[in-house]
C-alpha cells in the first residue's frame, strides 16, 4: 500500500555507523540466536545460541542464505509509486506516493496520517488529469478507474464538503482524538534509539564511552519485582484547550435547522475565555450566545472556518501552539505507533499508582450514548448482510482479491468488536432478553443485529463442589430452549449446539427445563470451541454459494457467551420450512435438497469428508456431506447457510464415549495425516511387488517424513497443509464424519468397518507418530514453547489437542524446564474453570474482592478463612466422589441464587481457602487431563509466570507493583484493576499473503535473496492494503524480511524491518508475548552488528524481562539470551562481566538439559572463545574438552 513516504524517521539510528558484522568466531552464536532461527512465529524457537555449530546443518534455509552475505536484494517487490501532489483545503501543498490499485479511501487515509491534513474529515477530492478535464472521486474508485497516474500530470484537490449530523459528530471526535496521546502507543525500543541518537550527538568528539553493565545476574530472580517495569509510563498530555462539550443548546430548534445548524459546541480555551460555537452544515463559526439565551448570530470578528481545529486556532494562540506540539510529538513517533489496531490485545498489568480520574465532561458524554456496539443510538448495522455481500464481491484476480478481502476483514474485526460490547451488556444486564417469560438458563439476547446465547462448562461439573456455600442453589446456564416457538428459532439460528444425546426420552418435552438440561448438556463449551473451528473451516473452503455466520466467543464474568450474525427472516415465526439440510431431532427426520448437498459435497471435499449416507428415524436412507446435526437453511434473502458445525474433523478415537462426544480431531492433525496416507499409498504404487517386510519398512518411513515435515516448520505459517489444501491429490482419502456418533450408518459392514478403521488410524498416527515426534522436537529444542500461549499454539500447529497436555507432560519429566511449563499450564487450565466458577457466583459488587481472596488462596495460604458453609477438606475421596456425583444431578439447570447470600450479609466467596481450592484443581486436572498434579506444586510453581498465565486467560487486571508471593495473602481487592472479555473469532486470514510468505522461505532456503524479498516485500503489500500493519501476519513479514536484509550484509535495513516487527508484535500480541522479547533480542543483535553496543544491551535488558515474565529464569532460551548477552560484553572487553554471563547461562543449561545435551556444549565452546580472548589458553583447551563428552 502506498502512502506518504517518512524520509527514514526512526529507522534504526545508525547509518553512521560500520555496517559489517565481526567475523570472530564467537559472533555466530550471537548472531545464531534469534537472527538465523527467528521463523517460530508464536512457537517460540530457541535462539540461535542453543543451535550453535549445529545450525550450519538445518535444512530450513539459515545456512544456504548465510552463503551470500554479500548479495543485496532489490526492490522488485515492492510496488511502483507516482509523486500526486494534493491541494489542501488550507492551500497548502503536499505529495502522495500513490499505486494505481489505490482506492480513494486508501488516498483519504494517507491525508488523515499526513500532520497538514489529519483534521480534515468532511471533503471531496476532485482529480485533475493531464488532459484538463476534473473528476470527482468516489469513495470505492480506484485512481486507475479515472485515469493514468503512471503518466504523471495529475493532481488532486481538497474540497470543502457538506456536513450532516453524523459527520459533524465524526469531526468532532476526531479533533478530540488529535488532542489526546493516550492513543500514541511509543514502544520503548523507538525510546531507546532516540534516547541513543541524543547521546551521540552530545558525545560527539569525546572519548570513547565506556559500556555501563547490565543489572546483576540476580535481576533473573526477581520476577515480581519485574513487574514494575514492564509499563511504560503514559505520555505526558499536552494541553491544547480547558475544554470541548456538546452544548446544553442542543439539540438545535427546529428554525435554526432549516438554516443548517446541526450541533452546538461550548469551548473554553487556556486563556479563560468562554465561547459557544455552531456546528452548521457549511462550516464552524462563534455564535453570539452568552448566558442561557441562545443567540444563533455570527459575532462581529467572523471567527468561521471549515473546521473545528481552524476555527480554534483563530481564537486562541494556546491553541495553536499547542496542536503544533502534539503534531511534533505524533510526528517524532514510529508511523506504525500512531495506527490503531481493529483487534486490540489486552493488558494483564495496570499502571500503579493508579492514574487519577479527572473529570472529562467529553467522556461523560461518550459513556451516555454508550450503545454497546460500534455505531451511535439508533443506528444498526445488518452484519449479515454486510457479510455475506462482501463475501459475493469478484475474486477473479489480484486486485479483486484485495478490495474482498479488505472488505471482509474490516466488517469481521466490526463484528467482534460490537460482539464483544453487546455480550458485556448482556452478562451485565444491560439488554433484555427476547424471551424473558422463559426461565433465565433459557435466556437468549439480540442486540445491534447479534444473536447471543450462553454455553456452559459442563467439564466443571465432573469435580467436586464442596467448597460452595449452597450447592443445591448452584446453576449452570444452558441453551437449549424448551419451548417450541424459541426452540424453532433457536435451532433455526444456530447458537452453539443443538446436538441432542439419544438417551432423551420422547416424553423428555413433558419433564421439567432442568432435568432436560441434566440428560442433555447440550452448549457445552467444547461445542461451542468446535463450532468456531468448523465456521472458519467452510469459511477458508469459500465455496460460492454457500454460507456461514459471523461469529464470536466471548469469555467474561465466568460466563462464556456466543455471538453470532442473525440469518434474514429467522426470528419471524416459525421457519421449519427453511430446513434444507441435516436434521434438528437428533437425526429422526433428515432433510435432504439436491442444489444445497451439491455445495456441501463440494466444501466437503476441500475439508476430507466423506459423501455417506445414513438412515432416519424411520429408516430411509439420505445421502450427506456433513454430520447429520449440521443444518442448512435457506434464508430469506435466498441464500443457503449451513450451521452447526461441531464436527467437521472426525471423532478423536482415542477419546470415545457419550461423555467425550465433542472430541474430535484438529484440522492440522487431519492435514497432516492425510498426507502422510497419501505419502504410504503413492510408495506403495512405485512399489507394488515388495515384500511384506519391505512394505512394513515403507509405511514406517513415510511416515517418518510425514511427522518430519510436521515439525521442521516451526513458524506460524506452518508448511503442513491446512484442510483445503491438496484436496485434488489426496481425494481418496476422506473420512465419514458420522462414525463412531449415536447415528444410524448406510452401507455395507465392510464399508462402515472402512470408515471406522480411517479414523482409528487417525488417532493411532496422532498418538504413535505426531506427538512422539512433537516431544522429540522438545528435547531437541527445534520446538520451544515458552509460556501457555505459545504452548498452546505449538500443540494446535503439530494438530496436538490441549487434551493430551497430560500424555505428554508424562513424557518429558526429565527436562525441568518442560515439566514447570505443562504442569503449570494444566494448573492454571483447571484453576480457570474453578474461578469463572465463582465469578458466576459473585455478585456485582463482589467481583474485585472475590478475585482478590481467590489469588490469595491461589498463590498465596489462606486457611482461616470461615468454614460456613464448606464442608470440606476432610472428606475422604470416597464421600468426594458421591457429593460430586449429587451435585452433578442436583445443580445443573437451575438459576445460581446470588441474592440470597447477599441479603445474608454473607459473600459466595469468604469461605474458601488454599486447600480447597487446590483440591478443587487437582480434581480437575485429573478428571480433564488425566494428570496428577505434585502435592508441592503450589511451592515449586513459578509464580509470576502462572499469575500471568491465569489473568491473561480469565482476563484479569492487576496493579504493576511489587508483590510478597511469599504472604500469605498477597494480593488486596484494590489491586485487582478490570476484568476484561476474552475473545476468539472468526476474522478470516489472507491466503494469498500466507502463500507468498511461504514461496518466500522456500526462496531464501535455496538462497536467492532477491527472489525472497520480493515475495515478503509482495507479502507485506497485500497485507497492508487488506489488514493494515497491525497484523501478526504483517509482523511475520517483517521478521523474514529483517532476515533477508541481514544475510545480504544491510543490516541498517534489517533494524528497519525488526523495528516494525517489534512494534507491531507489542500491539498486536502483547508488551510481554515470547515473540516481543525475541524482537527485542533480535534488535539488540543488530545493534551489536552495527557496533552499537550500548544500545544492543538496553534491548537485551529488556529481553531478559520479558523472558523472566512469561517462563521465568529457567528457561534454555534465557540462557541462550545469556550467551548473547556474554558475547556483547566480549566484544566491548568487558571480558569478567562476559564470563559472569557464560557461568550462568552454563549452570542453567546442566541442570535443565543435562550435561550431554548440544546446547550445554554451546555454553562450553562459548567460554572455550572466552578464555582464548583472555590468553588463558590451557584453560580454554580445557573447557574445550569438555564438548567431547
Known sequence: MAGKSKGGKNKGKAQGAGQSVSAEPEVPVADGAEVINPENGEVCDPPAAEGGVADAEKTDGDAPVAAQPGKKPTEAGELHLYPVPVRTQSGEKLEL?????????????????????????????????????????????????????????????????????????????????????????????????????????KSAGSEKTVIQELDGLNFMEDSAGAL??????????????????????????????????????????????????????????????????????????????STLVGLLQKISAKFKKGFREVLDRRASAHPFENVQSLLPVTSWLGAHPVTEHRRDAARAEESVVLSYGTELIGMQRDWNEELQSCREFPHGNPQERILRGRALYKVTCDFVDAAVKGAVGVINRCIPPINPTDPECFHMYVHNNIFFSFAVDSDYEHIPKDWKPDCQNGATRSTKVSSSGVEAKRDMNHSESTEVSNSISDNSSDASAEAQIADSEQATYASANNDLKGTKAYQEADISGLYNLAMAIIDYRGHRVVAQSIIPGILQGDKSDSLLYGSVDNGKKISWNESFHSKVVEAAKRLHLKEHVVLDGSGNPVKLAATVECKGIVGSDDRHYILDLMRVTPRDSNYMGQEHRFCVLRPELVASFVEAESTKQSTRQKVPDASEESGDQVASTSDAKASSVEGDDKSEESSAPTLEENSNSNAEILFNPNVFTEYKLAGSPEEIAADEELVKRAGTYLLEIVIPKFVQDLCSLDISPMDGQTLTDALHLHGINVRYLGKIAGMIKHLPHLWDLFSAEIIVRSAKHVIKEILRQSADHDIGPAIAHFLNCFVGKVSGASTKGSHGNAQSKTQKGHESSQTQKSTKGQKLNNTAASRKGLSTYSHLKSDGIWSNIKEFAKSKYQFEVPDDARLSAKRVSVLRNLCQKVGITIAARKYNLDASTPFEALDILNLQ???????????????????????????????????????????????????????????????VLYHAGDTAGAIVQQHRELIINERCLGLDHPDTAHSYGNMALFYHGLNQTELALRHMSRTLLLLSLASGPDHPDVAATLINVAMMYQDASNMNTALRYLQEALMKNERLLGPDHVQTAVCY????????????????????SYIKH
Open 1165 to 1184: 565452546h562459548a567460554l572455550a572463545i572466552a578464555f582464548s580472548c583472555m590468553s588463558l589458553y590451557k584453560l580454554s583447551i580445557q573447557v574445550n
Open 97 to 201: 506516493q500513490l499505486s494505481p490499485g489505490d482506492s480513494v479511501i486508501d488516498v483519504k487515509q494517507f491525508l488523515l496520517d499526513a500532520p497538514e491534513t489529519c483534521f480534515y474529515t468532511c471533503y471531496d477530492l476532485i482529480l485533475h488529469s493531464k488532459d484538463g478535464s476534473t473528476h470527482q472521486l468516489e469513495d470505492y474508485n480506484e485512481i486507475s478507474e479515472i485515469a493514468d497516474i503512471t503518466s504523471g500530470g495529475c493532481s488532486l484537490e481538497m474540497v470543502a464538503g457538506i456536513y450532516d449530523e453524523r459527520s459533524i459528530r465524526s469531526h468532532l471526535r476526531r479533533v478530540r482524538e488529535l488532542l489526546s496521546l493516550s492513543s500514541l502507543h511509543v514502544s520503548l525500543s523507538t525510546s531507546l534509539a532516540l534516547q541513543q541518537e541524543s547521546a551521540q550527538g
Open 981 to 1043: 472479555p476474552v475473545v476468539k473469532h472468526s476474522v478470516p486470514t489472507c491466503t494469498d499473503a500466507k502463500n507468498l510468505m511461504e514461496a518466500g522461505k522456500v526462496r531464501m532456503a535455496e538462497g536467492t535473496l532477491n527472489e525472497a524479498y520480493a515475495l515478503f516485500s509482495e507479502a507485506f503489500s497485500l497485507l497492508q492494503q487488506i489488514t493494515g500493519p497491525m497484523h501478526k501476519d504483517a509482523a511475520n513479514c517483517c521478521r523474514y524480511l529483517a532476515m
Open 228 to 305: 514494575t517495569n514492564l509499563l511504560a509510563s503514559a505520555p505526558a498530555e499536552i494541553k491544547c484547550v480547558e475544554s470541548i462539550v456538546f452544548s446544553s443548546f442542543n439539540p438545535p430548534p427546529s428554525y435554526r435547522r432549516l438554516h443548517g445548524d446541526l450541533i452546538y459546541i461550548d469551548v473554553v480555551t487556556l486563556e479563560g475565555n468562554k465561547y459557544c460555537i455552531t456546528g452548521s452544515s457549511k462550516s464552524f463559526y462563534v455564535n453570539c450566545s452568552d448566558g442561557s439565551i441562545l443567540d444563533p448570530k455570527p459575532t462581529k470578528q467572523s471567527l468561521e472556518a
